[in-house]
């Protein structure tokens, strides 16, 4: 008896032995965590709203999008200049609302359909037709672009750009615009313009999108069969492992993809994404916080520096407190801001400080504008001047977000604020969630009188930077301007690339004598890789494809 | 009354039992342990520094410093330098004068949360207490229920009510500690209530206001004054925690121990002293008031007398 | 016993419905407006009046009380604002990681915390029960979140030892059973995902355990110290039983009931611990998912996850009831 269960335990623990040595043998079998040679696994900040590009509009839900589709017009890696997509060639009238477009031969997308002009013109009238004011209010870049449906039912309420599509043949596409717009050709290679399989869309319903009761429901295309041409393709989104993954193409038209599979993770807390990146879990993740660069190349990673694209500013409303108006408070607030030293002590490596809203490396720079530069004493003067000594301002600031431009808005905001402090401007910092009420505050009620926050260029166009900000009254700046207004809406419509540069030029000039804001810094972002990583290319407008990237010595 | 709240209650309850009388006696004993003496020590450092670190801070906690920025960069923190023993923060203040003045700040934040959770809980309880009955079943139902919620949920769900401001910590910090008074106070009046010498002075007919305010009142402050002690260390605790979490105080030039906690969690890489100070500075503090009140609660509790 | 039960879960409805009232009114006192909340960034003054009569909010107070009630009873808490997702199914997706947490946070605790409770009372007053109390008062006095943030930098940055956040390794692609890493991982036979799934599991777990073991500590101490002194063991030692015997059989044995109570109610605590021991972790849990909510305002799930977490929270205080009842005859009477 006593015998007996000795022999089974020490049976037992035996088992146990055996159990625990495989474990290890399977553990020192994977060697090095994310050793996989083609695998790579990307974290990424946040989870993506779903996988139709007409539908999204942030960078979360565009990384997977890039590397699953294509554009008509493709950006040349690391700049913001064109390259031939599905079309290799474009072409605009005279009067530039016609665009004819030379498409790719021997295209497929992933569930094996063509790709021809047909689906070209497929896709444009899906987007123009699209009804409901669920699926309207959630095409952000279309209403930008396109600015008008074929019949509006949500806020997007102007006329649309949009007049018809034809196939000229089955690689030819000819599209007509009802006016001619300077964001045109570089918007064709905006990701939410990508090409999506008409038989997918079709299949799963790609246009139901539902307002169900507290939020947005979409359809089983948008989060279950994404179809493009991509170099990867979709295999799952695992939404309780947080995890999605690609797979290589193998039909692809170009240079198939050197990694079989593609992960992306979704690892919320930056702190934890540094962490599983220094112990080798992830080999990359993007937007780095400029705090951890040194620890993260100590580590053996690369952290990539990107080509600026981007532009910080101090917003200004005129409409809450009346010395706002004049234009000697406004540019005693410029004034009184040191850009220099808030580059250099709160912003990444390769910040500079901005005096106008256009970046450098695009047409519509110019140096003829005002500046205004870092000069106390000239605040308080002109300050004085306008009789506005006792200057009180609310300041917004957002609070758990970070931005390319803004890494720690709420640093940002304090350097900021102890100059404005200096220059004897009373400010009153009022932080608000990104999510929670910031958005809302500034862009919709205007409930500031000053405010940070920036932008981040789609594409090489000034009208994409100064446009967006001063084109059109709002409430996130609250003047009424008509000769701003109008300065930029003629510089748009300007076809001719020299005209348009001219009239940008005069614009931006204009802007600097108004400051109908504060240009403060551009930041180049940061993408981070493991040390065994080759082939990525940072991109200024964020859009890096993974299709070159390889692993590993090879 | 669910076994939770008993054993959160019976605790309360048995502190209760003591009394101020008792107390006098046991504060004497407890200040020969030198448990009880190490935590006077600390927190009597604590509020001497509270009181005078502004006057003795070698620099303006609130501005930024050109020698501090001249080399700050978002990878690079300052560290000592002359003039500034424990170099900048991230924003180009002088981190030593702001730990100083954070002791002032934090003590503030800790004691009006207890003190406001002291005062609320009490009225409570000395409602229950003074009038039992029915006015004594619902208030102590109530206490209950706010018992039955884990108290960092409580503190959130009342923080994410109201915008970000430090009256708005204290607040939801002062919740927490509700029930816990309105329970001890009451327990403390129940007990009162049948002693000798209220029903001695029922007897001779004094009123009930008076009774309650002259015996009952008075003779229940020992356990509340122990529980208060308890609960600053917590309090201070749990404002850094809401600090952690994001919904702390919004005033990002303050200098306060839990906000500098929070807002350095990203910066560990960076310059780890700018978590690790204000950290160690909480934690010996909250030992230092645990201390005190563990021992002084162990020196009431009768078991402890034999 | 069964009088008792029937009591004891009826006293639990009441406060459940006052639970519900709370929240209800929590929501409605949330700046904006539930309609406002609900929809977030995309509320304009036509939506939020849409809304408003869609959530029925013109209606008397009392009936859309009921309604609210309605819904949470048959698990309608609506959609999460920041995934779209219904909060529920969310729910689902995390609770097994927090599960898994708090269960091995209290395993640890009990493990290290009665014996040394135990040594602290079998040497009262000299430098090792000193020490013990002092190391637990210390361990209650850290704050959760710095002793998770201090494991991670000693035991992955410095000495790189064990991984730093998450559950389970991206590349391990373990077969998902009960959502529990490390069970699965046993169920399924993928051992390497088990081994994996704990090594994720020990930081984090020690994190949450440090306040549940004080507490356990102290209280083994307590329950021990009163024990002694009972008569009982008096009668034990009196009648010549080994020191051994009397320790074993008598003191600890009775000893351990209060203590195993105390398991029970320390989930209040565990739940508290885990929404800060998960966001320094990344765990991925119900902790994480109430921090995000509070992030980005997400009140939908908010409110679903405070209504569960104290809905949770009664339930177990009720089984500690009972189990107490079960095992302490006295306490059904009172």
């Avoid at chain 3, 549940?212 to 030692?237: K, M, W, Y």
Wanted: contains cysteine.
């Amino acid at each position: 008896m006593l015998h007996s269960r000795v022999t089974r335990t020490r049976s037992l623990a035996l088992i146990g032995l055996a159990g625990a040595l495989a474990m290890t043998a399977c553990a020192s079998e994977r060697g090095e965590d994310a050793g996989d040679a083609n695998t790579l696994v990307f974290g990424a900040a946040g989870a993506p709203k779903n996988f139709d590009p007409i539908f999204n509009d942030d960078g979360e839900s565009f990384r997977p999008i890039r590397q699953m589709y294509e554009t008509l017009v493709a950006y040349k890696p690391g700049t913001a200049e064109l390259q031939p997509g599905l079309a290799t060639e474009w072409t605009p009238s005279d009067d530039g609302k016609t665009w004819t477009f030379k498409l790719r031969e021997g295209v497929k997308f992933h569930d094996g359909t063509d790709f021809n002009a047909e689906a070209v013109c497929f896709n444009f009238d899906r987007w123009y037709d699209m009804s409901g004011a669920a699926a309207q209010s959630q095409m952000i870049y279309y209403g930008d672009v396109f600015e008008g449906f074929a019949k509006n039912e949500g806020d997007a309420s102007g006329d649309p750009v949009y007049k018809s599509c034809e196939a000229e043949d089955e690689h030819t596409a000819v599209l007509n615009l009802n006016e001619a717009k300077g964001a045109f050709p570089d918007a064709f290679g905006l990701t939410s313009l990508s090409m999506s399989s008409p038989e997918a869309l079709k299949k799963y319903n790609a246009d139901e999108v539902t307002q169900s009761g507290e939020s947005f429901s979409y359809p089983a295309y948008a989060n279950e069969h994404p179809t493009g041409t991509g170099p990867f393709k979709f295999e799952s989104y695992d939404k309780s492992a947080n995890t999605i993954t690609l797979t290589r193409n193998e039909d692809y038209w170009g240079d198939k993809a050197k990694l079989e599979k593609l992960v992306f993770r979704v690892i919320p807390d930056e702190n934890a994404r540094k962490q599983d990146m220094i112990s080798g879990q992830i080999d990359g993740y993007d937007l780095p916080n400029p705090a951890d660069y040194q620890a993260l190349r100590d580590s053996g990673a690369q952290v990539m520096v990107r080509p600026t694209f981007n532009i910080l500013y101090l917003g200004i409303n005129q409409k809450n407190t009346p010395e706002l108006k004049d234009v000697r408070v406004r540019k005693a607030i410029e004034y009184a801001v040191n850009k220099e030293q808030l580059a250099k002590n709160q912003l990444p490596e390769g910040a500079s400080a901005r005096y106008q809203f256009v970046p450098e490396e695009t047409d519509g720079y110019t140096d003829d504008v005002e500046k205004h530069e870092y000069n106390v004493d000239k605040a308080e003067q002109l300050l004085k001047e306008a009789g506005a000594e006792d200057l009180k301002l609310k300041f917004y600031v957002p609070t758990e977000v970070s931005r390319p431009y803004m890494p720690n808005p709420v640093d940002i905001a304090g350097a900021v604020s102890d100059n404005l402090d200096a220059a004897g401007i009373d400010v009153e910092m009022v932080q608000r969630p990104w999510n929670g009420g910031f958005k809302d505050d500034i862009q919709k009620h205007g409930n500031h009188d000053i405010h940070l926050l920036g932008w981040t260029g789609d594409y090489g166009d000034a009208g994409n930077f100064v446009g967006t900000f001063f084109g059109r009254e709002k409430a996130e700046f609250g003047f009424n301007d008509k000769e701003i207004f109008q300065a930029l809406a003629d510089a748009d419509a300007k076809v001719d690339d020299q005209e348009q540069k001219q009239a940008y030029e005069e614009a931006a000039v204009k802007i600097s004598e108004y400051v109908p804001a504060v240009p403060l810094t551009s930041s180049p972002p940061a993408i981070v890789v493991g040390g065994d990583v080759q082939g990525l290319v940072p991109s200024p407008l964020t859009d890096e494809r993974f299709v070159s990237v390889s692993k590993g010595q090879s | 009354m669910s076994i939770l709240s008993t054993r959160k209650a019976d605790k309360i309850d048995s502190l209760a039992e003591g009394g101020t009388s008792l107390a006098m006696d046991a504060l004497r004993r407890t200040f020969r342990s030198p448990v009880a003496i190490l935590g006077l020590v600390i927190v009597g450092l604590f509020v001497i520094l509270a009181i005078i670190s502004p006057f003795v801070a070698p620099k303006d906690p609130y501005r930024p410093y050109p020698e501090l920025k001249a080399e700050l960069t978002p990878s690079n923190i300052p560290g000592p330098m002359p003039g500034f023993l424990l170099g900048s923060d991230q924003n180009g203040y002088d981190f030593f004068s702001r730990l100083l003045v954070g002791a002032q700040q934090t003590l503030f934040v800790g004691v009006f949360a207890t003190l406001i959770g002291v005062t609320i809980g009490m009225i409570i309880g000395g409602l229950a207490g003074a009038f039992g009955g029915w006015v004594d079943s619902l208030l102590m139902r109530l206490t209950d229920i706010m018992l039955s919620i884990p108290s960092l949920l409580l503190a959130i769900s009342i923080a994410a009510l109201m915008p970000g401001s430090q009256w708005t910590v204290i607040i939801a910090v002062a919740m927490i500690g509700v029930p816990v008074f309105a329970r001890l106070l009451r327990g403390a009046m129940m007990a009162q209530r049948s002693s000798d010498h209220v029903l001695a002075a029922t007897a001779l007919g004094v009123k009930r206001r008076t009774i309650v305010f002259r015996h009952m009142l008075p003779n229940s402050i020992g356990p509340v004054i122990v529980q208060a002690t308890l609960t600053l260390a917590t309090a201070i605790i749990d404002a850094a925690a809401l600090s952690f979490l994001g919904l702390g105080d919004s005033d990002w030039r303050r200098a306060e121990w839990g906000l500098m906690l929070g807002n350095a969690q990203e910066l560990l890489s960076v310059k780890p002293s700018l978590a690790f100070f204000p950290a160690i500075a909480i934690i010996v503090v909250a030992l230092g008031f645990t201390l005190l009140g563990e021992s002084m609660r162990e020196s009431l509790d009768p078991k402890n007398r034999r | 016993m069964l009088r008792f039960t029937v009591r004891r879960l009826l006293q639990a409805v009441p406060t459940l419905f006052v639970l519900s009232i709370l929240v209800f009114a929590w929501l409605r006192l949330l700046p904006g407006g539930p309609a406002t909340a609900l929809l977030g960034d995309k509320a304009t003054p036509e939506r939020v009046a849409a809304m408003n009569e869609v959530l029925g909010l013109d209606d008397p107070l009392y009936v859309q009380y009921f309604g609210f009630l309605g819904r949470i009873l048959t698990g309608d808490f609506g959609n999460s604002l920041i995934t779209g997702d219904p909060v529920m199914e969310e729910v689902s997706w995390a609770f097994p990681a927090t599960l898994e947490l708090s269960v091995a946070a209290m395993f640890l605790a009990v493990l290290f915390g009665i014996p040394m409770g135990y040594i602290a009372a079998r040497f009262r007053g000299r430098f090792l029960d000193n020490a013990t109390v002092v190391t637990t008062l210390v361990g209650v006095a850290v704050p959760v979140f710095f002793l998770g943030f201090l494991l991670k930098y000693i035991f992955t940055q410095e000495m790189s030892l064990l991984p730093p956040s998450g559950r389970q390794d991206v590349l391990i692609d373990a077969t998902r059973v009960t959502g529990i890493a490390t069970l699965d991982g046993l169920l399924t036979g993928e051992f390497d995902a088990t081994w994996d799934a704990m090594l994720h599991l020990i930081l984090p777990a020690v994190a949450l355990a440090s306040i549940p073991f004080a507490v356990i500590v102290r209280i083994t101490r307590a329950s021990v110290l009163d024990v002694q002194g009972e008569d009982f063991v008096r009668t034990a030692n009196s009648k010549g039983l080994t020191t051994q015997i009397v320790r074993k059989r008598h003191v600890l044995r009775n000893a351990l009931l209060p203590v195993s109570t105390t398991i029970g109610l320390q989930t209040g605590l565990l739940m508290s611990g885990a929404v800060l021991t998960e966001k320094v972790f990344a765990w991925g849990g119900l902790g994480t998912l109430l921090e995000q909510a509070i992030q980005q305002r997400d009140y939908p799930r908010l409110q679903g996850l405070i209504l569960l977490f104290a809905t949770v929270f009664v339930l177990v205080n009720l089984l500690v009831d009972l189990s107490y009842a079960i095992i302490d005859p006295r306490v059904r009477v009172r």
